[in-house]
């Protein structure tokens, strides 16, 4: 072989060679939904989308799509994507229908097993780990699952609440965080601290001297907000929230894998003592007043627990009222439920890949900021870009308070049955909270409260998730 060759074919080799380096050290791509045609317009730009280039070209002919939901304040979030997912792919139609939440929870278990539901349904892991588990759900793409399992990406305790089997079956995308709430004037004629209540003892002390009486002594005022009546398991839910600084639980896992309750004891004797003393003792709440959000928003309550999504109904709704949150108050021990909301794909529908196409759209940057602005929805995606609606709102921050004592706790999904659980201790509770003897009859209390655990206990034996060992 002569020079000049020996020569060229060393350069070609270098070239080969460095080009294999240089493409070895590019970072793999972050997913993004799939890219239109050339000719469609593109929505505007988001940052660190999920996504991956799709296993088979995009379908082009004419579909429609559905997504359903239990909160109609994320409604014209999801409008607005559709909207401009329509720009990306001139052939698709997003068609959205939300409901109130325990009407969609219905609609939910009428159509899944049917297999008339909305393509894709965003509903929180304990109201649908049943039908997973029976199979009637299909499994996140690997694609979207190694993305989604990235680290710093999710919180990982609410990753692992979508897994089943090896497999998972939601994508996370809202967070149920929660705070209490005060109203900042009625704590400043109160000669009350500016910073709010800290500890389960500030809640109970401070509601005595919020609360207000008209001339006959009728509660106008309530000191303290508390879940007492409504429809489905959000009273037992909010019953939880209180039951954990207290010590307790509704359920509790032993070594051996099985569940038992975990509130016939002192911690929810406390617990529920401690609802029916601000009721029927201190008489800083009944269950007649307007209560919750609208109670709060109205003036008729100085403080009391919810998630993030308040903030942005007080907004539009009440947006004079002056207020602060601070973090869930301490007990015996300190911390809150994150209660995550998922996004999954029915098995009937028609194109999966294209709802799950949709799923990624909507966890980009733009659309999760969307959530925020527009219902107050906290975006579980821990690396999204969020900083400016943060900093323009500082009601947000209780809800993103982190301190080594302050521990997140989530719900179950290992008990499909937990959903069960606690509506029916969420009717128990009612009752309860309509009986004014049991303030003052110890003995009365501890027997309703261990029938409320044996109802409880009874629900995990039938499913054979009972053990205390």
């Known amino acids: 072989m002569r020079r000049t060759e020996r020569v060229a074919l060393g350069l070609l080799a270098l070239v080969l060679i ?20 050339a000719q469609a317009p593109a929505p505007a730009a988001a940052t660190k989308a999920p996504a991956v280039v799709p296993a088979k070209p995009f379908p082009t002919e004419n579909i429609t799509i559905s997504i359903w939901g239990g909160f109609p304040e994320i409604q014209p979030v999801y409008e607005a994507a ?48 049943k039908f997973i588990v029976a199979g009637m759900l299909p499994p996140v793409p690997d694609d979207l699952v190694q993305w989604m399992t ?27 965080r929660h705070a209490i709430y005060y109203n900042t004037d009625m704590f400043a004629a109160a000669g009350l601290p500016a910073e709010g209540p800290k500890t389960m003892d500030d809640l109970r002390n401070y509601a005595k001297k919020l609360a207000k009486y008209d001339a006959a002594g009728n509660l106008t005022t309530s000191g303290i907000s508390l ?32 569940w038992h309750s975990n509130y016939n004891n002192e911690a929810g004797l406390a617990t529920l003592q401690w ?10 709440n ?74 990624k759209f909507l966890e980009t940057d733009r659309w999760l900021q969307e959530l925020l602005k527009i219902s107050g929805w906290l975006p579980q995606r821990r690396d999204a870009d969020l900083k400016e609606i943060l900093a323009g709102q500082p009601a947000y921050k209780a809800f993103l308070f982190s301190d080594p004592e302050y521990k997140l706790y ?11 659980i606690q509506t029916k201790m969420a009717t128990r509770l009612t009752n309860l909270y309509l009986q004014p003897n049991l303030a003052t009859d110890q003995a009365a209390l501890k027997k309703a409260l261990a029938e409320m655990a044996q109802e409880t206990d009874d629900i995990l034996k039938r499913e054979g998730h009972y053990g205390t060992d």
Request: neutral net charge; hydrophobic residues 40%; glycine residues 8%.
């Open 410 to 420: 989530v719900y179950p999904t290992a008990l499909p049955e937990y959903d069960e």
């Open 286 to 359: 009944n269950p007649q007043i307007t209560a919750d959000t609208a109670g709060f928003s109205q003036g008729v309550a100085a403080m009391y627990a919810r998630e993030s999504s308040p903030i942005g109904a007080i907004a539009k709704n009440a947006p004079n009222l002056k207020y602060a949150t601070v973090p869930m108050p301490k007990g015996v021990r300190w911390g809150d439920l994150a209660n995550g909301e998922n996004l999954y794909v029915s098995k009937n529908s028609k194109y999966p890949e294209v709802a799950w196409d949709f799923v």
């Open 275 to 284: 609802y029916l003393d601000i009721v029927y003792k201190d008489k800083t």
């Open 82 to 129: 559709a909207a401009e997912y329509k720009k990306l792919h001139p052939n698709v139609t997003v068609t959205v229908l939300t409901a109130a939440l325990r009407d969609f929870e219905q609609k939910m278990a009428a159509t899944i097993p049917a297999d008339s539901a909305g393509d894709i349904l965003e509903a929180n892991p304990f109201a649908i780990q």
């Open 18 to 37: 460095t080009s294999m380096l240089l493409s070895a050290c590019v970072p793999a791509a972050a997913p993004a939904p799939a890219q239109a045609p």
């Open 227 to 258: 879940r007492l009546s409504g429809a489905g398991s959000g009273i037992a839910e909010k019953f939880w929230m209180y039951l954990y600084p207290m010590g307790g639980s509704l359920v509790e896992q032993t070594k051996s894998g099985k």
């Open 150 to 176: 990235a680290e710093g990406r999710y919180n990982e305790a609410l990753v692992k609440n979508n897994l089943y089997n090896g497999k998972y079956y939601g994508v996370p995308y809202l967070v149920g």
